[in-house]
């Protein structure tokens, strides 16, 4: 039984890494938008499917594809921030609606073109298991974590030393002050965009290849995503990883003392819980001492 947990925490952790990747372009186009873009996850997915088309028609490695889905998501995502932008009147509603019926206009593709097929990395070397003590993983697991701990580094320095990065923080701080400083907002909130759609892209190849995806996982991404944001609280990189590895653990622990059947469930119980009881968050009451 102490195999098992270790076995399901280590595992939890490996896939709470991805999390935190979708999390944090979710939460990077809240922070500089205030709004939630509901077709996030569906980013993340067509992501995934790019590098199964690559896999799977020339027989090259997956992450092959990351230059291709890097453009595809990019631009998807520049277009549907052209399309809020245009939205005057009741914002974060008709945004709410909008992003909505993109996350399902792109479902329904995905599903016309591949089918509910469920679909996996064939890579024999992503799928090899390396052994670190009593716990195992396979090789694509292993990068993808490694690649989340880059990416995130990568996103934090630019948000701390970078002029675009100070610029986000500021619009998302306070727009009109942000104005009155030099800043466009527009030119700001479209960065933030981009890299949201940068971070999906890398998201949705490092799922690929630890996990199977089908088109109904869209959704469930965007859902992690936003019960991650509600759980750290504050839009901290940091706060957003630890919360991450926290649904990622709990799912894991689920499936293996319970049921899979309960572990979307699960998250939803966490997610709750931190609702009612800490409505800032786990790390909000610390941060705003600071």
């Given at each position: 039984m102490t195999d098992l947990i270790l076995q399901a925490l280590f595992?939890?952790?490996?896939?709470?890494?991805?999390?935190a990747l979708v999390a944090l372009g979710l939460a990077l186009a809240f922070g500089a938008m205030r709004i939630i873009n509901l077709a996030h996850g569906e980013l993340v997915l067509l992501a995934a499917y790019m590098a199964y088309v690559v896999e799977s028609r020339t027989g090259l490695d997956p992450y092959m594809a990351i230059p291709l889905a890097l453009l595809a998501v990019c631009a998807l995502s520049a277009l549907l921030f052209l399309m809020i932008d245009r939205i005057r009147e009741h914002r974060e509603l008709n945004s709410l609606i909008l992003t909505f019926a993109v996350g399902i206009i792109l479902t329904n593709g995905l599903l016309l073109l591949f089918a509910s097929d469920m679909r996996s990395t064939t890579s024999p070397m992503l799928q090899d298991a390396i052994s670190f003590g009593n716990v195992y993983a396979m090789k694509g697991e292993v990068i993808a974590f490694a690649v989340s701990l880059v990416l995130m580094t990568i996103l934090w320095w630019w948000l701390k030393k970078s002029w675009y990065g100070r610029a986000v923080r500021a619009v998302s701080s306070n727009r009109d002050a942000a104005m009155l400083m030099g800043i466009s907002p527009v030119r700001t909130e479209l960065v933030a965009f981009l890299a949201a759609g940068a971070l999906a892209s890398f998201a949705g190849i490092a799922l690929y290849t630890m996990s199977v995806i089908q088109p109904a996982v869209g959704h469930g991404l965007t859902v992690k995503a936003f019960i991650v944001t509600v759980l750290a609280?504050?839009?901290?990189?940091?706060?957003?990883?630890?919360?991450?590895?926290?649904?990622?653990?709990?799912?894991?622990?689920?499936?293996t003392l319970a049921s899979s059947a309960l572990q979307e469930l699960a998250g939803m119980v966490l997610f709750l819980l931190v609702l009612f009881l800490l409505p800032n968050g786990l790390f909000g009451a610390r941060a705003r001492r600071g």
């Open positions: 595992s939890g952790v490996l896939i709470g890494s991805v999390y609280g504050v839009g901290s990189i940091p706060g957003v990883f630890l919360a991450a590895l926290l649904l990622g653990v709990t799912e894991a622990l689920t499936v």
